[in-house]
């Protein structure tokens, strides 16, 4: 099982009036680790895979410790904890490095692929599901429960 890893640059407009990032960048920096994940690493050269639209039908995510500005970016762990006909959910830790022990956040996202034009969800591709199959951790989630591969 891999982990897509990340490296995500902090902003100084991050920051709340407390001096750590707010809880709503989080959701941001989330979302460039998943598009960086299911985009920038779809399979294929010029496969159709994931181009196609997604839409987030979840968050959960779960405020370990607060993170001050910093010029070291964040280290944002994304695997593949259970793939549906139609829905993939992947879990997240947001840490100071890889392999780190300090997590910042936990938190999962449940993503539906999306038909853009005809306007409705659609099902997980054949190529889709072997590329997301290698990220898959079927002994771990964000909660510690067992993820599942449906049929």
Sequence with gaps: MSRHIYRCPLRWSDMD??????????????????????????????SPSF?????????????????????EPVIVESWVTKIGAASLTIAYEVKDAEGSDRVYVRASTVVVPYDLEA??????????KAFLQEYLDEDRDRGGQRGAVAA
């Design 17 to 46: 009036a407390f001096g750590h990032v707010n809880n709503v960048v989080f959701l941001r920096y989330l979302e460039e680790a998943r598009i960086d994940f299911m985009f920038r690493l779809a399979p294929g050269d010029g």
């Design 51 to 71: 181009a196609g639209g997604s839409v987030v039908a979840r968050h959960e995510i779960d405020y370990k410790l607060p993170l001050v500005h910093r010029h």
């Design 119 to 128: 306007a409705r969800p659609r099902r997980i591709s054949a190529e889709e």
